[in-house]
């Protein structure tokens, strides 16, 4: 077998189907056959969901995961094993599930896009229509979720002080960010694995960020490579990248010169995520969809007691630290900002070392539960960087739970420069596409103008903290951790082929 060489010209279906086991494992992707015999004990996901591949075509569950540089960049080339005559491969008889059935008996009965009227409705359609290991993905918190859910009703815990009397006939709701004239104080922030949601991916956020003129944060764990995501940017499009920071600093190094050399306007390094946090809902779709070892109880090295997060986050660097600071600050031009800041004491550090600025969040609720929501934060650090005369040193951002223009103002009227949106937009382009993600950022658009009238503001900057009322901000009165989004689906004593 293994002095077997590949014919000249394709290979065919056949002659890769004889490798299909640990000893010789060979896999077809976009056409190509691929010996990933001693990649096997290495794969961040494990061995078995390759081996459930093995000696077949596996581009359909390779695409949502990695980006389609992914084999160039870390298969050794000697495993590269050319062509394939696909006319010549057994295609699995795809028999659709019966889960599958009803989900696209789903999608024929979902609402039309204009029956959307705000973010939380196309979250609503997303759980209805998305694979469930989709949305478990990309809806889940840590832990009991108290933080995810802090996130969007701390902002209820806020409340408006709306001035009258004001000529708001002309209403600007735009603003700059890191210098980057933008239409609206809100950008598309990083979230991994994009083609979960839509075959498409990543791009389809740029394509609805171009539109509304405003910035996308590019996930250093993208379904597309970094490079597609940068292509789909139009004229002068604003991007900036977001990193998850490798243990091995030199490839860290050459991501960071590679995203400035692409034009990249800002560097946000995610400080919040030294190891991912404990997403059950992924867990438990992972176990059942995808046969991943989740809960390995093999002993094996790399812990895979997670869903697809972890498994492509081994890379993370846990030793990262504030001496790291000063190396990025002299490998790049980029402003730097530190994304996951959780308490003023750090964002004065942030200040010292010469940050550039800090987004205050706590990852969607996807790290530590209960961490404090992005917009409590603000209200704590404002008042201080104030009285220090620090707050215009660097620019302030939040990210968590915004799904109102209301939010938004909030975050402004505390002196934030913008805010991060992450789980609506992933939601609206895998219920709708481009459309969804363009309605969505409408819809938006709409809400702020006229909330901006209605709390007697024409322009971002007459947004002022003596707007709003915070002294209920920190109450936490948390209910049981009962997770109501996901009572139905997810009751553990249900097998994961039962409830929804
Ligand atoms: C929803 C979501 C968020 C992720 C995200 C993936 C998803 C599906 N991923 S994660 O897989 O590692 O957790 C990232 C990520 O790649 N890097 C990162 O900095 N933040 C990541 N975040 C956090 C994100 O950047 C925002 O902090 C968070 O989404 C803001 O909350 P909302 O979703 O409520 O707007």
Redesign the pocket.
Known sequence: DEGEKPNVGKLSGEDVAKHNSKDSCWVIVHGKAYDVTDFLPEHPGGPKIILKYAGKDATEEFDPIHPPDTLDKYLPKDKHLGPVNMETVQQEEKEESPEEKERQERIKNMPPLEACYNLMDFESVARYVMKKTAWA????GADDEIT?RE??SAFHKIWFRPRILVDVEKVDISTTMLGTKCDIPFYV?????GK?GHAEGEVVLTRGAKKHNVIQ?I????SCSFDEICDAREGDQCQWL?L?VNKDRAITEKIVRHAESRGCKGL?I?V??PQ??R?EKDMRSKFDDSGSSVQSTSGDAVDRSQG??RAI?SFIDPSLSWKDIPWFLSITKMPIIL??VQRVEDVLKAIEVGAHGV?L???????LDTAPS?IEVLAEVMPVLRERGLQDKIEIFI?????RATDIIKALCLGAKGV?????F?FAMSAYGLPGVDHAMQLLKDEMVMNMRLIGAAKVEDLTPDMVDTRGIHSHIVPVPKDLLGERSYDPLITAHEGI
């Open positions: 993905y990309y809806s889940s995810m996130n969007h922030t990083a979230t991994a694995l979960l944060m996930p250093t764990l993208a977001q998850y946000f995610t919040d995520a991912l946090g997403r697809a997060a986050s994304k996951g987004v969040s706590n990852h969607g609720g996807r790290q992005g990210d968590g739970g915004v799904r991060g949106i992450g789980r609506p992933l």
